[in-house]
């Protein structure tokens, strides 16, 4: 019941596009759904989170979309850039503790 | 304010020795939660703890430990060290007891187990 399921593995996209990365939840314990931006060789770093009585949240090109009834949110990059080419994992935080994804590797083609 | 911080950035061992990792969370933080990232089984949580108290253990082995000091600062040790405890091990805090449970990562301790 613990699983966060992350899809997909990895995702070209040109400059200027849409990025879409899904997330499906089991446990409904968690009370924050957060998205981490990891650059290689760094930890990972918070993008954006939403709670669950949220249905969407968004911050600049950064928009999660929550759906609490079908257990899946979604993080929505707009106007992708090259400098968005990482590593994006979304997460189900509970009392300290954060149930990750596989985690989805983005490429930016200028 | 000042991030998470991570000492020691990098580390080489060999098996059977044992390794303390240091994490000094965000200041005002209270919980410290440790992460081990690997290419195969990517983040798992290894433990948190919230005011010196271990609130929260993952499925990880005994030579797994760690402790949080009364100023929140916490240390992981680990213990006869194996080829497969390679990783890159992250620190995250977070203000839990506020509304504000976001986990805030640093930049991790990279062990490398020869």
């Known amino acids: 019941q613990q699983q966060v399921k992350q899809s997909p593995q990895s995702l070209i996209v040109q400059k200027g596009g849409i990025s879409i990365i899904n997330c499906a939840y089991e446990?409904?314990?968690?009370?924050?759904f957060p998205w981490y931006q990891q650059f290689p060789g760094k930890g990972p770093a918070l993008l954006i989170a939403?709670?669950?009585?949220?249905s969407e949240k968004k911050e600049g090109r950064f928009t999660i979309s929550f759906n609490k009834s079908a257990k899946q949110f979604s993080l929505h990059i707009m106007d992708s850039q090259p400098g968005d080419s990482a590593t994006y994992f979304c997460?189900?935080?509970?009392?300290?503790?954060?149930?990750f994804g596989d985690g989805t590797t983005l490429t930016v083609k200028p | 304010k000042a991030g998470v911080t991570q000492t020691p950035r990098y580390l080489i061992k060999t098996r059977g020795q044992q390794v303390t990792l240091s994490c000094s969370p965000i200041?005002?933080?209270?919980?410290v939660s440790w992460y081990q990232q690997t290419p195969g089984q990517g983040l798992q949580f290894l433990f948190e703890y919230f005011s010196e108290t271990q609130r929260n253990k993952g499925n990880f082995p005994g030579r797994f430990s760690g402790r949080q000091f009364s100023n929140s600062r916490s240390e992981m040790n680990v213990s006869t060290l194996e080829l497969g405890d390679s990783a890159l091990y992250l620190c995250a805090s977070s203000s839990f007891g506020t509304t504000l449970n976001i986990q805030y990562f640093g930049a991790g301790t990279r062990l490398s187990v020869l």
């Open positions: 200041s005002g933080h209270r919980s």
């Open positions: 939403i709670r669950p009585d949220v």
């Open positions: 446990n409904t314990a968690f009370d924050y």
């Open positions: 997460a189900g935080t509970n009392a300290g503790k954060s149930t």
